[in-house]
C-alpha cells in the first residue's frame, strides 16, 4: 500500500475501483508529467448525491458532496498511475461546479470540501489553485462535479 493510500486509510478512506466515462469521454490524459482528470460527480458508496444548493441542500451538505469528488479524483490519479498513488507529486488545479440556485452564493464554501480533504489527505502537495462556479444544473441532477490537473511522475 501506498504511503498516500495509508494516510486515506487512516482517515477511514479507501480508493476503489475508478468510476468508467459515462459519454464519450476518457478518464484522464497525461501529457508529460501533467494528468488532466476529467469531472468526478458527487458519488458515494449510496450512488449519486443529488441536489440544488440554495434549494434543497445546505452548504455543509455540499462539502460533503465536494469531498467525495476529490476521492473519486484521487482513485483516477491512482488509476493513472498504475496503482501507485505515491507518484502523486501535486495537485495543481481544481475547477469545481456547483449545482446552485441564481441567489446562492457559497460555491466556494461548497469545494472548500474537496480542497480541505485534500490538503489533510495530502499536505502540501495537496494545494492548489482552484475556481468555483455555479453551474444552472449538471448531469444526473448531481450537486457537485470537480475535474483536477495533477503533476505526477
Known amino acids: 500500500m501506498s504511503e498516500i493510500e495509508t494516510k486515506l486509510a487512516d482517515m477511514g478512506i479507501t480508493l476503489t475501483k475508478p468510476n468508467l466515462p459515462a459519454a464519450n469521454y476518457v478518464p484522464f490524459v497525461r501529457v508529460g508529467n501533467?494528468?488532466?482528470?476529467?469531472?468526478?460527480?458527487?458519488?458515494?458508496?449510496?450512488?449519486?448525491?443529488?441536489?440544488?444548493?440554495?434549494?434543497?441542500?445546505?452548504?455543509?451538505?455540499?462539502?460533503?458532496?465536494?469531498?467525495?469528488?476529490?476521492?473519486?479524483?484521487?482513485?483516477?490519479?491512482?488509476a493513472a498511475c498504475d496503482g501507485d498513488l505515491d507518484r502523486l507529486k501535486r495537485v495543481i488545479k481544481l475547477?469545481?461546479?456547483?449545482?446552485?440556485?441564481?441567489?446562492?452564493?457559497?460555491?466556494?464554501?461548497?469545494?472548500n470540501g474537496a480542497s480541505d480533504f485534500l490538503v489533510e489527505a495530502l499536505g502540501d502537495i495537496g494545494r492548489h489553485s482552484r475556481s468555483a462556479v455555479s453551474a444552472a444544473s449538471l448531469p444526473f441532477g448531481v450537486a457537485v462535479e470537480i475535474e483536477g490537473i495533477f503533476e505526477i511522475e
Open 34 to 78: 501533467t494528468l488532466y482528470v476529467s469531472g468526478q460527480i458527487s458519488l458515494n458508496a449510496d450512488g449519486m448525491i443529488i441536489g440544488k444548493l440554495g434549494d434543497d441542500m445546505d452548504t455543509a451538505a455540499g462539502a460533503d458532496a465536494a469531498k467525495t469528488c476529490a476521492i473519486g479524483l484521487l482513485t483516477q490519479v491512482k
Open 95 to 111: 475547477t469545481g461546479f456547483v449545482n446552485s440556485t441564481a441567489e446562492y452564493g457559497e460555491q466556494p464554501m461548497v469545494i
